[in-house]
Each structure stands twice: as C-alpha cells, then as structure tokens.
C-alpha cells in the first residue's frame, strides 16, 4: 500500500506506476508517474543529477534511452519512495493532482508501424470487404503478421480533436470523408535501440520494449479503400493517431501475460517461434459519447507483441529509441467485442443503436471516442492503463 | 565565377550551393556547402551568432526549420563569399576538401514517405504483374499521386553497406532475398513545418520544401510480393533507403523547371492543379559497378513534386523539418530508361548483360550500385547532385 491513497477501482496503483509527461501550472514539462489521482514530478525527485536532466523533457525518450536496467531502478525507487516514509515530506512537495496539470504526449515517435493481428478482425474485414470469398483471411495472413508503416508526425496526445479529414473518396469525387472510424488498438513502445542489420528476436523483446499504450488509429474508410491499391493505406489514416497519456511499463505487466490462442497451422516460422507466453490479457472497452459500444479483448490476438517486434527487424531494420507499433484493432469473436465501427455497423448495413435512441454507421462531427484498458495486477488487483480520447471537429 | 576552382564537368558551381553534413578530421559535424571539390563550413562562417549554432550541429534541421527566409539569405551571403574576395582568406581557412572528410545523413528523417509517381515504372509493373489485362494502371492512378510511408529510421547515407535482408519469400520460406533490387529515386526534403488540420497547397510548395536529394529505395522483391496484401510494402522496403550527401536547395533549380506532361484524362482535382510549372528537368543516370545501366528522365514523372507534397497534407496531415518525400522509381519509356532492375530485366526473364560479359537479373552481393544526376542551370551550365551509392553485403 501508498501513502498516497488510491481510490477504490483506480488502476494506478503501486504495482502499476505508470509513466507520462506532464505541464503543472508552472514550469516546463517533465516525466512523472501516476499513482492514484496523482502524478509524482520525477525530474523534481532526482533534480541536480544527470537522470534528473534527462527527467525534466518533453517526453520519455530520453530516459527510455537509458535501457533496462535503468527502468527497473527508477521503478524500484520510485515504488520504495511511494511505500516508505523515508522521503515522504520531499514526494509531497512533488505531487500534483492528475486533473491539474497538462497531459503531453508521452512520446517523441519516431516510426510508427500498425500491425493487423487481431483474427476477429481481418476476418470481419474480410467477409465484409470479399463477401463471396468462402476464406475471408488472405494466403499470407496466418504466415506473418500483417503491417505497415504509419505517420509518426501526427501521433497526438488523447484529448487533441480530431478534424474530419477531406480527400477522395472515389473517381472524381473530393469531401469530407463520410466514413470516419475509430481503431482501438494496443501499442507497444520500444525504448532500447538496436543494430541496424542485426534482427531482435521474440527473446529479446523485453530488452527494447519499455511498456504499453492505448491507440485509437483513426480511420477514412472512404478515403482509403479508394487509394490502398497497390501500396496500402495512406491519407486514410495519416491525419491523427491518438494515443493515451500514460505508458505502463512490462514490468507492471507481468500477472496479464497469456500464451497466445492458436498457431498450429501452419506453424511459425523459427524466428517467430517463442519460448515463453508473451500474450497480454488486456481487457479493452470503447466508449461513444459516454456509454460503452463495446469491449474488445486483447488476449484473444492471433499474434503476440514479441512476434511482432521479431518480424519487424528480421529483415534487418534497426528499432530506435520512441519508435511505436500498435497491435492494429482488437477484436474478439463477439459481436459486442469489435474494436471499429465498420465492424460494428458491418460496413454501414447494421447501424448502431446508442443509448440516447440514435443510431450510427460511422462517426458523426462531435462524437466523443474513448478507449480504455485493465489487465490483471497481482493479489486480484487491476492495472490501469487510463483512457486514450478524441471528439470529432467538422 | 569562384575563387575556388570549379573543374569542368563538376556539378557543385555557384549556382548550385548545396548543402550537406560533413565531419573533418578533427572536430564534430557541422553544416556545410559544397564548391567544385571543396566544402565550405558554414558553422565556423556564422561562428559565435544562434545561426551558427544551429549549422554546427549533426543534421540540416535547424537551419531548416528557420525557414525559407533564411535559407535565402544564407545563400545569397554564401554566394558572396565565394565569388568576391571580400572574406577570402577567412573562407579559405574554412574550406575543407571533399574527399577528406566524412558525409554524414544530411536530414535526421522526421517521416518518409514514397510516391509511385512515374508512369512508365507503374505501366512496366502492372505489365509485368497483370500480363492478362488490358489496362496496366490500377484505377486510381491517375486520379492521385499513389503513396505510402516508409521507414524513416533506416533512411541511411550514401556509401552505407546494404546488408541483403532475410525473410519470408513465399509460404514457409524464409532466408536471403533473391531478388534484392535497386529504385532510382528524387526525394524532396521539408524545411518548414505545417500546422495539423491544415493542408498545404500547391502554390505553397517553396514555402516548405527546402531541396532535392538522390534516392535509393533497395528493395526485396520476393518478400515484398508476399507480404503487401492488403496493407503495401513493409519488411521488403525497410532495411534500407539511401540518400545523397548533398541537399540541391530549390534555389539552384529555378532553371530546371518544367511542366508536368499529360494530365487531361482525367483533369487534376482542383487541389491537385497547379499555377506554375513545377516539375523539374533532372537527368538520372545509374551505374552498376561503375558502367551506366540507364538513364531515367525525372522530367517525365507524371505527378510533379508539388502535386505530391498537396496529396499529402490535403487531409489535413501536418508536415515536420525533416519530412522526406520520394518521387518512386524514376523510369522512362525507353527500354534504357528504367530506374529498377525489376524493369530492365523484366522480373528475371530479360538479364541484364554487364560490361564485363556477365549477366544480371537482381542484385548479387559486392554489387555497387550508384545513383547521380544533373540539371539544368544559367547559362547553358548544370547543376549536379552528387551521388548515391551503396555496396550489397551478404
């Protein structure tokens, strides 16, 4: 137990001890660590040091740069200065409530890469997109996970609106996009750099990935089924990814790992082969304007986080410090357990009927989209990964 | 003319100035400007002054986020210095020779993101891939400037050994790529930055883009056929990109403007139209292991560099110092003007006979393979981009 409370169902407790950057009222951004309705300054606790200068930034890369090892002596730390009385006095002069400060980007990204590993669904997306194909899921998905890079430069911190993009939406036709989805999605933030031409293996994940956010990767469904072809998705994703402020370390995670759920046919290939369950079990939940649409579990994605990762660099590519890759949206086998709209809705021909007795296909200017996240703690406990949100500008 | 001396045929005159990274023999990187065989550092010109810090550091982005302002007045100083002899003896304690000092990556790379903008290189890839259909362009290529983002981690300088990456080839088979293969490309590097929710367009193209570079998208064939369903390239284009040292500012091409051909079927959409004529007239040349293989006419490509940078942004997508945009695999219609080995071999079935009596289909390791190009400049003189060059390692 803290000294500092933590209310009743608050998932930033002491076995969690997220991280972000935040603004007090004054002053320069700087990294802290969420505990209960709390954040405690870290560059104010090692001030005069060299990991007090790198603490005292815009965003975590710094720190992230330090490694593994230099993680989980913060963590010790700051768990052991939450827990004990020795420097109570001095931590209290260097919290600030959560809703007083400014919640940054947790990251300077530097590539950001979406992955496609969730069944549910490229399964969907294939039944709705390829209806009189009997195998919804293309020849290669089940061989490799499916991914692409993003557009690092319009990753946004939650709470940024999101402006309806315009584009084409098919021969001729220039608008708003009229089918503005959300993606709720799992990322994954590497803090340790690697070689460029050196492969990281599924082994080796825990070495360069630091911890975990919420994504919603917000998407033009118009816009990019007419200019996937035969590069991928472009301008329908590229105006806003939103991401949550608090990165949750692995190491908070170490009760949520799960093996992951099938791969037997065919077989992964040896580097993506791995000794230990590496699966998380994060229990996702979408919310529109308020009430919950739907609760997608992470723990049913065909393709773990260290899979991911090993495929990413087998070919060699280097990972840097801020580099993100996110799971790509989280669907279960449920109908109630889809992470997009156009799954919801099924492409518009299902609409959603809201609590308020309105309905939606896909998102109307003024939406408000809210992601969160729970996974398993130790002693029965929940780690909270707080909320990643965006309401819709015209 | 210059005080220094420019040889005939060398590219780097005073009309051309470009910009790149070096780091000589003692002292760290700093920015400097290319002069027939010579570079001038610019960060000991501006010695002492907040420009001269921002030229004294590892990359081009400082100065570039000064913006276009700026980048004049630095030239026209440049300029001056190396034409009368008002500074000389100070510039000449300055100038280091070319051959004596490190290259460094011109531009940290914010985002990378490739076009598919020459129509002879994306007829030649849908003949080569859709031999049975009429029609080799996909439906909406000409409707816009088809793109997609790449890794801008692995974006490396010339002279960067590229080492052949491993993957999956096709269901279950994983090593070495067999058809590792070369683009010829012109990419355009962002100077200032653009505000997200706003999209830049046509007219505003200068006031963002600073200059050109020579680029070298390596890319693995067999694993990108196998993975780029339904979400474009990935592990067959991210182990490596290779730029030239040398950052040609739009500045020095004023004389190398030409306008885009075609365009009348369909008509540009109005955000895709263009006042003035912005493509440009720059001659590629290719060389595998010193003999030219090709010369691909950049003057030819369909979507001209400020249709692109108005795709981009159009919806809404902000732009970073740093942005890196590439033109696609430059090709001409002439069979000796392709810019891939996919195309001059024609996917393996045409080898390519070298000068030495040997034969190539792709890649094979020790291969070397460089990019250069020139343009027109004043009085019937051209302006050269250097060079882009890489060795394939096994």
């Known amino acids: 137990?803290?000294?500092?409370?933590?209310?009743?169902?608050?998932?930033?407790?002491?076995?969690?001890?997220?991280?972000?950057?935040?603004?007090?009222?004054?002053?320069g951004p700087r990294v802290g660590v969420a505990i209960g309705e709390q954040?405690?300054?870290?560059?104010?606790?090692?001030?005069?040091?060299?990991?007090?200068?790198?603490?005292?930034?815009?965003?975590?890369?710094?720190?992230?740069?330090?490694?593994?090892?230099?993680?989980?002596?913060?963590?010790?730390?700051?768990?052991?200065?939450?827990?004990?009385?020795?420097?109570?006095?001095?931590?209290?002069?260097?919290?600030?409530?959560?809703d007083e400060v400014a919640l940054l980007l947790p990251v300077e990204v530097a590539d950001y890469v979406d992955f496609y590993a969730s069944e549910a669904h490229a399964t969907n997306l294939g039944r709705i997109f390829r209806p009189d194909v009997a195998e919804p899921l293309l020849p290669n998905w089940k061989h490799l996970p499916v991914g692409y890079h993003g557009r690092a430069g319009t990753v946004v911190p939650s709470g940024t609106p999101v402006r309806r993009p315009s584009g084409q939406r098919g021969p001729g036709d220039f608008?708003?996009?009229?089918?503005?989805?959300?993606?709720?999605?799992?990322?994954?933030?590497?803090?340790?750099?690697?070689?460029?031409?050196?492969?990281?293996?599924?082994?080796?994940?825990?070495?360069?990935?630091?911890?975990?956010v919420l994504v919603n990767d917000w998407s033009a469904r118009d816009l990019q089924r007419w200019e996937y072809q035969p590069l991928g998705p472009f301008?329908?994703?590229?105006?806003?990814?939103?991401?949550?402020?608090?990165?949750?370390?692995?190491?908070?995670l170490e009760h949520a790992r799960v093996p992951v759920p099938g791969q037997t046919d065919p077989e992964p290939l040896p580097y993506l082969a791995e000794k230990e369950p590496w699966g998380l079990d994060l229990q996702l939940e979408v919310l529109l304007n308020g009430r919950?649409?739907?609760?997608?579990?992470?723990?049913?994605?065909?393709?773990?986080?260290?899979?991911?990762?090993?495929?990413?660099?087998?070919?060699?590519?280097?990972?840097?410090?801020?580099?993100?890759?996110?799971?790509?949206?989280?669907?279960g086998a449920g109908p109630d357990q889809r992470g997009s709209l156009i799954e919801l809705s099924w492409n518009g021909a299902e609409p959603l009927r809201l609590a308020d007795g309105s309905t939606r296909t896909f998102l109307e200017d003024g939406d408000t989209v809210t992601v969160r996240a729970t996974a398993p703690g130790p002693d029965g406990g929940r780690i909270g990964f707080g909320e990643v949100t965006g309401t819709v500008s015209a």
Chains 1, 2 share one sequence.
């Open 292 to 331: 919950t649409v739907s609760r997608p579990p992470f723990r049913d994605t065909y393709w773990s986080p260290a899979q991911m990762l090993a495929h990413l660099t087998v070919n060699g590519a280097s990972l840097r410090t801020g580099d993100l890759y996110a799971s790509g949206t989280v669907s």
């Open 235 to 252: 301008l329908g994703k590229s105006f806003a990814t939103s991401v949550s402020p608090w990165v949750v370390p692995l190491a908070a």
């Open 39 to 98: 954040v405690l300054d870290l560059a104010a606790m090692w001030a005069g040091t060299p990991l007090g200068a790198d603490l005292g930034t815009g965003s975590l890369n710094r720190f992230l740069r330090r490694g593994p090892r230099e993680w989980a002596y913060v963590r010790r730390e700051v768990r052991r200065m939450l827990e004990t009385d020795d420097r109570r006095r001095f931590c209290e002069r260097n919290l600030h409530r959560i």
């Open 1 to 27: 137990m803290s000294w500092v409370p933590v209310p009743e169902g608050c998932g930033f407790t002491l076995d969690n001890l997220p991280y972000g950057v935040f603004q007090p009222r004054s002053g």
């Open 175 to 212: 608008g708003p996009s009229l089918k503005l989805d959300i993606e709720a999605e799992v990322g994954f933030v590497v803090g340790a750099p690697s070689t460029l031409g050196e492969p990281v293996g599924t082994g080796a994940f825990a070495e360069h990935v630091f911890g975990v």
